[in-house]
């Protein structure tokens, strides 16, 4: 269980500062440490970013070095190169595992006890790399995964149905990229099952505006690059969420990426599949309902995260 009310942020991108500021706000920390490469960046960032506290509660925001990950409750790593225009998320993989290489061996060396939180890109391989060279409990360590993706879709089916997006219970499992798959087959909003909510809505074609409204997700992160060259604020707030689950104990279901062994005859590999998360990170998987043409995506899926990781050295 976690005592600390102390979090770290390693790396600080416009993710990890988009992070540090929704933290900021959540009321769940004492104390914010920033970590970057530069240092100035660092110092800036935390500078600007405690100015925000006369409007929030007290705290502490600093820029600091890897000793302050020793006594932290959760690690979030968002250190990484960011995904260009036309890159996909597992274009980054040998950029990232390199800076990997140089940041979790430095977090080990600190005897971590805390929740070591991934959400740099690629999100589940860098989830599995940390667990390789940090030598942590793989429960503590956990990846953002498809936190974001499922909160888009449920965003996108709010919009269809003009329904509160709260009310809409739909998942997004697999990887966090191109080979993510829609858990139609479990999808409802407060219990009602997809396709009869969206026939009391006036909506028929339930395969054209699935097949678009699953496009429209797995695209927008792309259309948000090409437009903005970067996505953050999403993130940010699904950093937010799964620190708030850990730190009050919330033993909530997200659908984080996490080593799986065993569910859907996946073993060994690290994806996202809906998970109870608490303070002592991944307590068990939740067996979701899938159909047969789901599972066999989302067993490829896995297969082709399994396919990069052999070709990583470690």
Not at 249 to 258: N, W
Not at 283 to 299: H, Q, V
Request: charged share 25%.
């Amino acid at each position: 269980m976690i005592n600390s009310k102390k979090a770290v942020m390693i790396g600080c991108g416009f993710v990890g500062s988009a992070s540090v500021f929704a933290l900021m706000q959540s009321g769940l920390f004492t104390e914010i440490v920033l970590i970057d490469a530069d240092k100035n960046k660092a110092e800036g960032e935390a500078m600007d970013i405690s100015h925000c506290i006369p409007f929030a509660s007290p705290m502490k925001i600093y820029a600091g070095d890897y000793d302050d990950v020793a006594d932290a409750a959760i690690v979030v790593i968002s250190a990484g190169a960011g995904q260009k225009p036309g890159e996909t998320r597992l274009d980054l993989v040998n950029k990232n595992v390199a800076i990997f290489k140089s940041i979790i061996p430095e977090i080990a060396k600190r005897n971590f006890s805390g929740i070591m939180l991934v959400v740099a890109n690629p999100v589940d391989i860098l989830t599995q790399v940390a667990i390789k060279l940090s030598g942590l409990p793989e429960n503590r360590v956990i990846g953002s995964g498809t936190v974001l993706d499922s909160a888009r879709l449920r965003y996108k089916l709010g919009e269809h149905l003009s329904v509160d997006s709260r009310s809409v219970h739909a998942f997004i499992v697999g990887e966090h990229g191109d080979s993510e798959v829609v858990a139609w087959s479990s999808a409802n909003v407060s219990g009602v099952p997809l396709s009869e909510m969206c026939e009391m809505r006036g909506h028929y074609k339930h395969k054209e505006n699935t097949a678009e409204i699953a496009t429209a997700v797995k695209n927008s992160a792309y259309e948000i690059i090409n437009k903005k060259h970067a996505t953050y604020y999403g993130i940010a707030m699904s950093v937010k969420r799964i620190c708030e689950v850990i730190m009050r104990d919330e033993k909530s279901i997200l659908p984080v990426s996490h080593m799986i062994h065993g569910v859907y005859d996946i073993d060994g590999v690290s994806l996202s599949m809906p998970a109870i998360v608490g303070a002592d990170g991944i307590e068990s998987d939740i067996p979701i309902n899938l159909s047969g043409e789901e599972a066999l995506k989302l067993k490829e899926s896995a297969d082709s995260l399994k396919k990069i990781m052999e070709t990583i050295e470690l």
